[in-house]
């Protein structure tokens, strides 16, 4: 509302989320959560409710470390509009961009090195149910960007196999 940018800090070993000012002027938002210092941070949105949501895709430094399906140790972190930073999803397979479903009920985030796409239940108080699986996907995919259509159809995007994919609902994808 401000005019200022949140940015995630995907550095090669300290993380954290920063805001851009419109004067140019950079300062910390929030650099730990729960007590510990934030680790290389990919991910930062804000939803219509003024939660903000931070990904962290592994705990392991290098980052490269996390690059297999088998390392789950990544994590989200919602921010409510008070302030307060609590860990609200763990044990992600590398996560990536997360998105609020058009009805506001769900988050859903790419975990890009076990090749799914999962989703929360969004309790009123910034909370996740439990994790569904929405789609998986094949070898060479590696969900990263992530965005829904009028539709609320997930659009996927894999850099590293050079595809856009459209998860329907039922989590049937079309290659596009």
Known sequence: ADGSFLLAHLGAEQGGVYRLQRDGQVTPWL????????????FVLNDALGRTWVTVSTRLTPRS?????TCNDGFIVCVSP???AKIAADGLGY???VAVHPSGQWLYVNETFARRLSRFAIAPD???GAKELVTEFGPGVYPDGLAFDEEACAWVVS???NRLIRVAPDGSQTLW
């Open 31 to 42: 650099l730990d959560v729960q007590g510990q210092a934030l680790p290389p941070t990919n």
């Open 65 to 69: 470390l996390g690059y297999r399906r």
């Open 82 to 84: 008070d302030g307060t």
């Open 95 to 97: 996560t990536n961009e």
């Open 126 to 128: 910034g909370g996740l």
């Open 159 to 161: 850099i590293v196999s």
